[in-house]
């Protein structure tokens, strides 16, 4: 995780990277509950990868 996107590598069984895809969102001026929001989203967008 770096402060402006999470950063995922997709590997094979072998440990081969095949994929390597970032998700990026912006926390500038949001509130916490913004912020908590935000990352939800780019949780779900993981889970669906």
């Not at 440990?15 to 990352?39: D, H, S, T, V």
């Amino acid at each position: 995780m770096n402060e402006d996107r999470f950063a995922l590598a997709e590997t094979e069984r072998f440990g081969k990277r095949m994929r390597i895809r970032a998700i990026r969102f912006n926390l500038r001026g949001k509130n916490e509950e913004q912020a908590k929001a935000i990352f939800a989203r780019a949780c779900k967008a993981i889970a669906r990868a």
